[in-house]
């Protein structure tokens, strides 16, 4: 691989004008004292790779549930969803992924299905790794219904850092797995509640891959698996 492929990637198109933004300061800061205009132009760079976009290869299978974000997972447990999605309050499963500043920041889809409800609410800009930010956070909510009725949430939740939410679904489209839906500028976590009965599969502490890291499997038997570091 050349290196001008390697260095090379798309930047989406959501932060392009942030770059431009980047780029013009590096100009101005560099008529003032050229090191500053040094400093400008690899923040510019930075801000580029911040909004990286890169393809990824979905696993298609039907049931599989794909991860949303790139990041770690950081939670794995009982809660019940946001009460604006109308879900209910019984527990279901939640997966919580964190996205720190050096993660890809654009989401996915976790599955297909139909879009049921979309609902934001504004709120606080705690730290995205805190289990309080689910319910003090200004959030992005989605109930995805799938073509056998069983339904499940996923939720973009600003961090410390994110001052902005940016999700293009709208209720009633229908959308597939690993489909490109959204991001949150800068920093931020995305949960995935899932159906009744369905298990983890990926551990704490896993580094996920939107579009690709396989979270569960609704139609699998398999139980929830442990993990370790080594």
Excluded at 74 to 81: C, E, H, L, R, V
Aim: proline share 7%; net charge neutral; aromatic share 8%.
């Amino acid at each position: 691989m050349s290196l001008t492929k390697y260095l090379w990637f798309p930047v989406n198109r959501e932060g392009w004008p942030f770059v431009a933004l980047f780029a013009v300061a590096a100009l101005l800061l560099g008529q003032v004292w050229a090191p500053l205009g040094w400093l400008g132009g690899l923040l510019t760079c930075w801000c580029a790779w911040f909004f990286r976009d890169p393809d990824r290869v979905t696993p298609i299978r039907d049931g599989l549930v794909i991860s949303p974000a790139d990041g770690v997972v950081q939670m794995i447990g009982m809660a019940a969803p946001p009460p604006e999605l109308g879900m209910g309050d019984e527990p279901r499963m939640r997966i919580s992924v964190f996205m720190s500043v050096f993660s890809v920041h654009i989401n996915r889809v976790p599955v297909d299905g139909t879009v049921s409800a979309t609902s934001y609410r504004p709120g606080k800009f705690l730290d995205a790794s805190l289990d309080k930010a689910s319910a003090d956070n200004e959030r992005m909510s989605v109930r995805l219904t799938r073509p056998d009725g069983r339904e499940l949430a996923f939720v973009q939740i600003a961090g410390l850092v994110a001052r902005r939410i940016k999700c293009d679904l709208k209720d009633g489209q229908q959308v597939r797995a690993g489909e490109r839906f959204g991001l949150i500028r800068f920093g931020s976590r995305v949960d995935v509640y899932l159906p009744e009965g369905v298990e983890p599969l990926v551990a704490l502490g896993q580094t996920t891959l939107a579009a690709e890291t396989v979270l569960a499997d609704l139609d699998g038997p398999q139980a929830a698996r442990p993990g370790e570091v080594r």
